[in-house]
């Protein structure tokens, strides 16, 4: 390797598996180079978060970063960790810096059967993570009066519209949306598109929103003109439909494509796609920013309750094939980028040795009671990367 990957450490179990993954899956087999940056809450603290901006300034320098997973602070996490303020989320803060949208993916097994029986290939969901309802503001109308839109450029536009006359209480709801953050979206879905050589799947409800659902949608035209030709190239679709029939179109489908939401969408679509697949331990994340800067992370938490059976000494079967997916990730796409061959084949191989372990029916806890066809043993998480490391070493020798 010459150009480092961003390294993020982090918190509770995941930092654990985090230093166990390398030690066993990674340093043993690539000349690893990393700029390494300790997301763990107590280094937050001590930097007053500045970590977390210098590690997504990285990431725009060098372009791909693997993160482990954090803590976001909350109330009693201020007193465990005796906290000097309540640092925000540090996805949330990467994000914003890189711009970016996260795509996520679930691991897929020929014995993990997904709820919905046709789904035989991942679905990616895609979620733009600005504006709608979350950015919001809200009245509740008391009497009787009316209500409008009012909307005064810089420049001298003016509009108003009659949103509705109430003739008794209510409620009102104002949303935003901009150009600029949809652009963007748009961007990182074309891209992670042409990347991963998925066909991209995008809905609204733009025959009811005729200005803000369609304005999307035309955004969404307009951006594709410039991938246009490699979507040719490789053969692969944009296909654009209303949110409802996207719904009914995805439960019968097979799988095997990446699906651009709006915010509210992808909230509830990822949790219902993650879930019918089987484990949140099985689900990966990578941040996509729109000029192509890429962060491999597992999309699961720091898994607290593990690790206080960890502190007290007691053995864990914590999963960490979203963790390793994370560095497969992350290693392939820095191999891909500065034409490193054997850095591509590393990451494949290591997933693949992942596959070899749990097909043998070798798994943590988690995945015993979603496996069909097999009759899986159950070991601690030492045991499994073991495992793993055994399978790699046959593939590579
Ligand atoms: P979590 O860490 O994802 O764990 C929730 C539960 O899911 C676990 O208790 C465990 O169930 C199961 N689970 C998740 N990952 C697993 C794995 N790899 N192997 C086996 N089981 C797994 O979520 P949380 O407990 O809500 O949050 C813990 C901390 O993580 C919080 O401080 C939160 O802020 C943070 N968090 C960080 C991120 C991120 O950095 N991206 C995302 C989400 C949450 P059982 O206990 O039943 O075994
Ligand atoms: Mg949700």
Redesign the pocket.
Known sequence: MTTPIVEMD?D?MTRILWKMIKDELILPFVDLKTEYFDLGLPERDKTDDKITIEAAEATKKYGVAVKC????PNAQ?MTEYNLHQMWKS??GTIRSILDGTVFRTPITLDSIHPAVRNWKKPITIARHAYGDVYKSVEIRAEEEGVAKLVFEGKNGQKEEVVIHEFKGPGVLQGMHNTDKSIRSFAHSCFKFAIDTKQDLWFSTKDTISKKYDARFREIFDEVFEEYKSDFERLGLEYFYTLIDDAVARVIRSNGGFIWACKNYDGDVMSDMVSTAFGS??MMTSVLVSPDGKYEY??????????YYKHLKGEETS???M?TIFAWSGALRKRGELDGLPELVNFGNQLEDACFDTLNAGIV?K?LVNLMEGITPTAVNSEQFLKAIRENLEKRLA
């Open positions: 982090g509770e997973a954090t803590i976001t996490r540090p996805n949140l331990a992370e597992a999309a699961h938490g720091t898994v607290t309750r593990h914590t999963n960490p979203a943590t988690d």
